[in-house]
């Protein structure tokens, strides 16, 4: 199951539902002004992060640009709090499954949201990928 954190006015949010409503794909949305994340789930997405919370904090967050904070001065728990409190902090959409997670939306990389059996689909003799992959779609 996809789950695809929202908010509202989101321009790129609105774009990734249209893919999985285009895409078949299930998912879940959760809009992030509507329902507050739990701690837990703050650090589920943060540990997710390949560079931690650097990856889903938007810098340019007008909280963050006139309060000054520095938010590396945080300790992981009071940034969870912050996160929970400051919901616009987030940069958005965050899309994660068991296997993927994407911070925004791009054209290209949202393709790994697709169930794998589409993948194998389109899969072709010329296909640079072949040779790995080919033969589990002929089996």
Known sequence: MVILYTSAGCVSCRKAKQWFKQNDVEFLEKNIFRVLLDKKEISYLISRCENGADDI??????IIRESK????SFSFSELVIFIQRNPSILRRPIIINVANLMI???DEEID???PRKEFMDQCSLDC????????TRLA
Do not use: E, T, V
């Not at 904070?69 to 590396?72: A, C, F, M, R």
């Not at 990928?129 to 033969?135: F, I």
């Open 128 to 135: 640079p990928n072949y040779p790995m992959c080919g033969h």
């Open 69 to 72: 904070i520095d938010i590396n």
């Open 112 to 114: 790994a949201f697709k």
């Open 104 to 106: 925004g939306y791009d």
């Open 57 to 62: 904090i938007s810098r340019r967050s007008k």
